[in-house]
């Protein structure tokens, strides 16, 4: 069983930063960030498989998020640049306990646990 509390959204505006915390506690092998707006699919915002070294982000967002990852205080963060009003949505951070891949690690179906969510709103 994996537990996952996000915090750290809120409002900003454009180009303003931001940063996403994930508290996790449990067995997993990768974690991602996920954003959603109401209506439409979880989009894949960046990975991490630590143990394998591989890190991965959307297009639309490389060169301004970051993911990075705590060990040792089981945290996963999302450090989020350069923000655009583009990027307002419900964010998730989300861990599998399988084997990672790129293609497991970018997929919402992919992964078992989900955190609540938390609202990122980024005003022009």
């Known amino acids: 069983q994996v537990q996952l509390v996000e915090s750290g959204g809120g409002s900003v505006q454009a180009g303003g930063s931001l940063r996403l915390s994930c508290v996790a506690t449990g067995d997993y092998v990768c974690m991602g960030w996920f954003r959603q707006l109401p209506g439409k699919e979880r989009e894949a915002v960046a990975a991490?498989?630590?143990?394998?070294?591989?890190?991965w982000y959307g297009d639309s967002v490389r060169g301004r998020f970051t993911i990075s990852q705590d060990t040792a205080k089981n945290t996963l963060y999302l450090q989020m640049d350069s923000l655009k009003p583009e990027d307002t949505a419900m964010y998730y951070c989300?861990?599998?306990?399988?084997?990672?891949?790129?293609?497991?690690?970018?997929?919402?179906?992919?992964?078992?646990?989900w955190g609540q969510g938390t609202q990122v709103t980024v005003s022009s």
């Open positions: 991490i498989a630590a143990q394998y070294g591989s890190i």
């Open positions: 989300a861990a599998r306990v399988l084997w990672c891949t790129i293609a497991t690690m970018t997929s919402a179906n992919e992964y078992n646990y």
